[in-house]
């Protein structure tokens, strides 16, 4: 497998080589959709505020991968002239993705009626919290609200706990930037058969309830229970959870097939009475106190050389750190280095497309001259926009 290449080459390579992206620069997973899709190959513009202020969490440019693998255009939107602009910029794209409150794009003659009466075969992605329409619409959330919303904070925590925030990567990264992502690609695979642009509504909430199908449907099947940590996947399970080793660190344990747990219990090992009585629930609160009891044996590391040749599905659980220097993912070269950044590296690979790590934007990429002419913009024009301040620094 060839591994991504650095730096900004003339021409894109990747699968989506020739696709042009325009994102409306915004927080949560829009940005992550763009850096994707941006590293698969397409040619990003991000449109951000001429006079857009410094994020909550501001990163210096060397660490900022909301702004990597793009060209920058500070553009007054506010501006009836900057409006237009983009929408001419919108006739030479394929895509456009956005991830406003809805009415936003609307308030500023930019929303999906406007832009495909003057580009019919642009996909625009619309990402948010809550979708379109609806009562909570226009309501402010981050992945812990659409998760509470979705049934699925509910659901994540140990019996008797709170619930517990997944970080930010159930609703934003995967109901939100993947989902977008998706629904984009299937827009652009009906394009090609009709010529014809449509609106992607991508929405958190659901998003993330998608992923959350398969518990739907055992729940459905009384095969799930309604309270967190009672159930095979949430801790309720003494052969699915973590533990404390030794040296403070933890395992993880997760043998649900059979076969599996029979290895697992042989190396432990587990007393028999127990490895006989897998799916037994009587069983389970005095297996789970002999597994924790003899885990505490030996160090994360110990353990890790144990089963380290089985199928037992028995892993250390490493640091974000020490996750970059476990030998299956340098061997892989799952993350990659770019400048002071070591990062995970673009995912999915492709057999027949090379990627191309995306890095910080150069003083070129940010420069209106040098976007604009891409667009077959006359530079007499361009000229006279600089000057008219339409642009931000």
């Given at each position: 497998m060839a591994t991504p290449q650095t730096g900004a080459p003339a021409v894109k390579t990747g699968p989506l080589a020739g696709l042009r992206v325009i994102e409306m620069a915004g927080l949560g997973p829009v940005p992550l959709a763009a850096l994707m899709l941006s590293e698969m190959g397409a040619e990003v513009l991000r449109i951000e505020r001429a006079d857009s202020k410094e994020p909550l969490l501001s990163l210096p440019e060397a660490y900022d991968l909301d702004r990597h693998g793009r060209s920058i255009l500070k553009l007054d939107l506010k501006r009836p002239d900057g409006a237009e602009l983009l929408l001419r910029l919108a006739e030479k794209t394929d895509v456009l993705i956005e991830g406003f409150r809805p009415g936003v794009m609307e308030r500023l003659g930019l929303g999906p009626d406007v832009v495909l009466e003057r580009s019919p075969g642009l996909i625009y992605g619309r990402l948010t919290g809550f979708g379109q329409d609806g009562p909570l619409a226009r309501r402010a959330g981050h992945d812990i609200t659409y998760l509470a919303y979705a049934g699925l904070l509910h659901a994540i925590g140990r019996r008797g706990a709170p619930p517990v925030p997944p970080l930010n990567l159930v609703a934003d990264q995967g109901g939100g930037a993947m989902m977008l992502i998706a629904g984009v690609l299937a827009a652009l695979f009906q394009r090609s058969r009709t010529g014809k642009g449509q609106v992607v509504d991508a929405a958190m909430v659901e998003g993330a309830s998608m992923l959350a199908a398969p518990i739907h449907a055992f729940m459905a099947a009384e095969l799930w229970s309604d309270s967190r940590g009672e159930n095979l996947l949430d801790s309720g399970a003494p052969f699915y959870d973590t533990y404390q080793t030794a040296d403070g660190q933890h395992i993880a344990i997760g043998c649900l097939e059979p076969q599996f747990f029979a290895e697992f219990a042989e190396l432990l090992p587990l007393d028999e009475r127990f490895a006989r009585s897998q799916y037994d629930r009587t069983s389970w609160p005095a297996m789970r106190a002999a597994i924790a009891d003899r885990i505490r044996e030996k160090t994360r590391d110990e353990w890790a050389d144990v089963f380290a040749a089985t199928d037992a599905c028995v892993a250390p659980v490493l640091s974000?750190?020490?996750?970059?220097?476990?030998?299956?993912?340098?061997?892989?070269?799952?993350?990659?280095?770019?400048?002071?950044?070591e990062r995970p590296a673009p995912s999915p690979r492709f057999s027949q497309a090379l990627q191309t790590l995306a890095v910080a934007p150069t003083a070129a990429d940010s420069q209106p001259a040098s976007v604009l002419v891409r667009f077959g913009v006359d530079e007499t024009e361009i000229e006279a926009l600089v000057r008219s301040g339409l642009f931000g620094q």
């Amino acid at each position: 497998m060839a591994t991504p290449q650095t730096g900004a080459p003339a021409v894109k390579t990747g699968p989506l080589a020739g696709l042009r992206v325009i994102e409306m620069a915004g927080l949560g997973p829009v940005p992550l959709a763009a850096l994707m899709l941006s590293e698969m190959g397409a040619e990003v513009l991000r449109i951000e505020r001429a006079d857009s202020k410094e994020p909550l969490l501001s990163l210096p440019e060397a660490y900022d991968l909301d702004r990597h693998g793009r060209s920058i255009l500070k553009l007054d939107l506010k501006r009836p002239d900057g409006a237009e602009l983009l929408l001419r910029l919108a006739e030479k794209t394929d895509v456009l993705i956005e991830g406003f409150r809805p009415g936003v794009m609307e308030r500023l003659g930019l929303g999906p009626d406007v832009v495909l009466e003057r580009s019919p075969g642009l996909i625009y992605g619309r990402l948010t919290g809550f979708g379109q329409d609806g009562p909570l619409a226009r309501r402010a959330g981050h992945d812990i609200t659409y998760l509470a919303y979705a049934g699925l904070l509910h659901a994540i925590g140990r019996r008797g706990a709170p619930p517990v925030p997944p970080l930010n990567l159930v609703a934003d990264q995967g109901g939100g930037a993947m989902m977008l992502i998706a629904g984009v690609l299937a827009a652009l695979f009906q394009r090609s058969r009709t010529g014809k642009g449509q609106v992607v509504d991508a929405a958190m909430v659901e998003g993330a309830s998608m992923l959350a199908a398969p518990i739907h449907a055992f729940m459905a099947a009384e095969l799930w229970s309604d309270s967190r940590g009672e159930n095979l996947l949430d801790s309720g399970a003494p052969f699915y959870d973590t533990y404390q080793t030794a040296d403070g660190q933890h395992i993880a344990i997760g043998c649900l097939e059979p076969q599996f747990f029979a290895e697992f219990a042989e190396l432990l090992p587990l007393d028999e009475r127990f490895a006989r009585s897998q799916y037994d629930r009587t069983s389970w609160p005095a297996m789970r106190a002999a597994i924790a009891d003899r885990i505490r044996e030996k160090t994360r590391d110990e353990w890790a050389d144990v089963f380290a040749a089985t199928d037992a599905c028995v892993a250390p659980v490493l640091s974000l750190t020490e996750a970059r220097d476990h030998p299956h993912n340098r061997a892989r070269q799952s993350f990659v280095r770019s400048v002071r950044l070591e990062r995970p590296a673009p995912s999915p690979r492709f057999s027949q497309a090379l990627q191309t790590l995306a890095v910080a934007p150069t003083a070129a990429d940010s420069q209106p001259a040098s976007v604009l002419v891409r667009f077959g913009v006359d530079e007499t024009e361009i000229e006279a926009l600089v000057r008219s301040g339409l642009f931000g620094q």
